[in-house]
C-alpha cells in the first residue's frame, strides 16, 4: 500500500522561503513520476508541480515558475517542494501525489491515485 507523508508546512510572512518534503513508502520510488497539488479554501485543487521518475523533467504552474523548485531523492524515497518568495496568495494545504501508472508526470489531479494527507502553509502579508 503506497503511502504518502508530507511535512514543512507553517506560517510565514511574504517573502519568506519554506521547504515541503514528502516521504513514500509501499512501493519502488524511483519507477514513478511526483506530483504537488494545493487547494486553497472555496477552490479547487490545482497543479504547482511535477517531476518525472528520474528527476530529470520538471513542469510548474505558471503562477510559481521562478519560485518554487521540485526535487526528489530517490535513495530517500522522498519528494521535495522548495517555495521561494512565498505570497500571500500561495497560502493553501499542500499535498504530495503519485500516478497509479509509470509515466511521464500527469498534470491532471484526477491522473494521481496516491495522495498524502497534506500540510498547511500560511502566509501572511
Known amino acids: 500500500q503506497v503511502q504518502l507523508v508530507e511535512s514543512g508546512g507553517g506560517l510565514v510572512q511574504a517573502g519568506d522561503s519554506l521547504r515541503l518534503s514528502c516521504a513514500a513508502s509501499g512501493r519502488t520510488f524511483s519507477s514513478y513520476a511526483m506530483g504537488w497539488f494545493r487547494q486553497a479554501p472555496g477552490k479547487e485543487r490545482e497543479f504547482v508541480a511535477a517531476?518525472?521518475?528520474?528527476?530529470?523533467?520538471?513542469y510548474y504552474a505558471d503562477s510559481v515558475k521562478g519560485r518554487f523548485t521540485i526535487s526528489r531523492d530517490n535513495a530517500k524515497n522522498t519528494v521535495y517542494l522548495q517555495m521561494n518568495s512565498l505570497k500571500p496568495g500561495d497560502t493553501a494545504v499542500y499535498y504530495c501525489a503519485q500516478p497509479e501508472d509509470r509515466g511521464l508526470p500527469p498534470l491532471l489531479p484526477l491522473s494521481y491515485a496516491y495522495w498524502g494527507q497534506g500540510t498547511q502553509v500560511t502566509v501572511s502579508s
Open positions: 517531476i518525472s521518475w528520474g528527476g530529470g523533467n520538471t
